[in-house]
T-cell receptor, first 111, second 111 residues
Framework: QKEVEQNSGPLSVPEGAIASLNCTYSDRGSQSFFWYRQYSGKSPELIMSIYSNGDKEDGRFTAQLNKASQYVSLLIRDSQPSDSATYLCAATLGGYQKVTFGTGTKLQVIP | DVKVTQSSRYLVKRTGEKVFLECVQDMDHENMFWYRQDPGLGLRLIYFSYDVKMKEKGDIPEGYSVSREKKERFSLILESASTNQTSMYLC??????????FGPGTRLTVL
C-alpha cells in the first residue's frame, strides 16, 4: 500500500469550475499535510499547509483535512488555465522531518 | 522569500564518472533534502540532513552519498555514475514547520 495515494488523473475541468483533488494517507500518526503545484519541467511549489482537522482557505484554494478518514483534499475555485499542472499531496510519515509525497494528480483546465 | 539554488540545471556525464550536485539555501533552515523524480514514480527521497555534518538515509540511498559541511550547503555525490541514475534531482530545505522549499532541479543524463 502506498503511503500517500493520489489518483494520477488527468482531471479535466472547464474554466471557472471548481477542481477537487483528493489524497489519502496510511499513517494515523501523521501531523502535517501539504499541497504542492508542479508545472511541467519545473520544481514543486508549496501552495498550502494544513495541520488540524477542517478547512483552511487561501485565496482560491481550500485545503480540507479529515484525520479520522485519513483524507486530505484541495479545492480550487474559479479554475483558470494557468492552474493546469500536477498537484502533489505530501504528509509527514514515520518521523517529524521526513515528508512523503504522493505521485501527483495532473489537472487540466479547459478554456 | 526562501531561495534554494542548485549548481546546474542540466548536466551530462559518462558512466563511471564521479558527479557532484550542490545545493545552497539562504534561509538558515536546519533540514535539507535530496530527491530524484522519475515519471510514474514521483519524488523519492535519497538522503536528508537535520544539521551540519548529520545525514540520514532516505528511501533510495544506494549509489549516492552526501556531504553537509556548512548549514546552507548540501551536496549529493554519485560515486560512479550509472545510466539508471539519469533523472531529475531536486534539493529542498525546511525549518521545523516541515514546509519544504525546492530548488529549480538538475536534470542529469548519464551516457
Amino acid at each position: 500500500q502506498k503511503e500517500v495515494e493520489q489518483n494520477s488523473g488527468p482531471l479535466s475541468v472547464p474554466e471557472g469550475a471548481i477542481a477537487s483533488l483528493n489524497c489519502t494517507y496510511s499513517d494515523r500518526g501523521s501531523q502535517s499535510f501539504f499541497w504542492y503545484r508542479q508545472y511541467s519541467g519545473k520544481s514543486p511549489e508549496l501552495i498550502m499547509s494544513i495541520y488540524s482537522n477542517g478547512d483552511k482557505e487561501d485565496g482560491r484554494f481550500t485545503a480540507q483535512l479529515n484525520k479520522a478518514s485519513q483524507y486530505v483534499s484541495l479545492l480550487i475555485r474559479d479554475s483558470q488555465p494557468s492552474d493546469s499542472a500536477t498537484y502533489l499531496c505530501a504528509a509527514t510519515l514515520g518521523g517529524y522531518q521526513k515528508v512523503t509525497f504522493g505521485t501527483g494528480t495532473k489537472l487540466q483546465v479547459i478554456p | 522569500d526562501v531561495k534554494v539554488t542548485q549548481s546546474s540545471r542540466y548536466l551530462v556525464k559518462r558512466t563511471g564518472e564521479k558527479v557532484f550536485l550542490e545545493c545552497v539555501q539562504d534561509m538558515d533552515h536546519e533540514n535539507m533534502f535530496w530527491y530524484r523524480q522519475d515519471p510514474g514514480l514521483g519524488l523519492r527521497l535519497i538522503y536528508f540532513s537535520y544539521d551540519v555534518k548529520m545525514k540520514e538515509k532516505g528511501d533510495i540511498p544506494e549509489g549516492y552519498s552526501v556531504s553537509r559541511e556548512k548549514k546552507e550547503r548540501f551536496s549529493l555525490i554519485l560515486e560512479s555514475a550509472s545510466t539508471n541514475q539519469t533523472s531529475m534531482y531536486l534539493c529542498a530545505s525546511s525549518s521545523d514547520s516541515n514546509e519544504q522549499f525546492f530548488g529549480p532541479g538538475t536534470r542529469l543524463t548519464v551516457l
